[in-house]
């Protein structure tokens, strides 16, 4: 039974709750229990995709992105047992801000026991004079498990909005229990005598990729390993795309998190693969 109401304006939440009896080794059939959103928000989660025990939820704009003052917030929880992924059907546009307006986005992720949450989205764009401030919290469980995605592009290159955006500050925190295991804050805007389009040279794409949980640990052993490797003597190096990776670590808990440049978009989805 899903519990459908209307949230505050620019609300959004969903929760996922498995009600078959598992092993911990194991995901249930992810039901949704709770469904709510709020203009400018909608959130579609179809009843049939790829793995019937992973529901996709798919959040969407309407007008197609964020305006100025636009304040928005989603809330996703995994419950125990349950997979989710939060995708997007196109790129987050965030459209210019006039009179020093602010755009808004909060996204809050709840984790519960031996529970999956993969936050897949397409990248976030801003228009030339956009004034955006993104934060994600995330609340995880010891035995919880997250892939977190989190990446943006310049603007919009083909009209040579190279980064023109007027300010661009996101914030990242991950808490497993009472502990922050990761917290990070990136702040980009134009500084007297430096401008973003010259110090960010030919890099349209950067973004950060985390990837934490016990069940994660095989595919965090192969990203660490395949990156962390130092290039051979006399090999070029390629800078299309840079990708450096950390470990993070948490008791028995364990994982790596990713950063990386790339010159377009193809490059990164060319590197993912």
């Known amino acids: 039974m899903v519990a459908m109401s209307t949230a505050r304006h620019g609300h959004a939440t969903v929760v996922l709750e498995c009600h078959d009896h598992c092993k911990e080794s194991e995901y249930g059939a992810a039901e949704v229990v709770t469904l709510k959103h709020s203009y400018p928000l909608k ?110 592009t310049c603007g919009r290159s083909a009209l040579q909005e190279q980064w023109l955006f007027k300010s661009y500050k996101n914030c990242v925190q991950i808490d497993v229990g009472s502990d922050t295991v990761y917290k990070d804050s990136i702040h980009l805007h134009d500084v007297p005598g430096l401008k973003m389009k010259s110090s960010m040279k030919n890099y349209q794409v950067m973004g950060t990729c985390i990837i934490l949980g016990k069940r994660l640990k095989e595919l965090s052993n192969s990203l660490c390993k395949r990156y962390s490797q130092p290039g051979k003597y006399g090999e070029s190096i390629k800078t299309d795309v840079i990708c450096t990776v950390s470990t993070l670590q948490r008791g028995g808990m364990s994982g790596v998190y990713l950063r990386f440049l790339a010159i377009n978009t193809a490059q990164v989805i060319t590197q993912k693969k």
């Open 43 to 152: 959130v579609l989660v179809p009843e049939h995709t790829g793995n019937p025990k992973c529901k996709w939820i798919f959040p969407i704009v309407f007008g197609g992105g964020l305006v100025g003052g636009d304040n928005v917030e989603i809330t996703v929880e995994t419950r125990p047992n349950t997979c989710g992924l939060l995708t997007s059907q196109e790129s987050t546009k965030v459209y210019h801000c006039e009179d020093d307006l602010l755009t808004t986005q909060k996204l809050n992720y709840i984790v519960g026991d031996n529970s999956l949450l993969c936050v897949l989205p397409d990248y976030c764009v801003c228009y030339k004079d956009a004034n955006f401030l993104q934060t994600q919290n995330v609340q995880m469980s010891e035995s919880g498990n997250i892939i977190l995605l989190d990446w943006m």
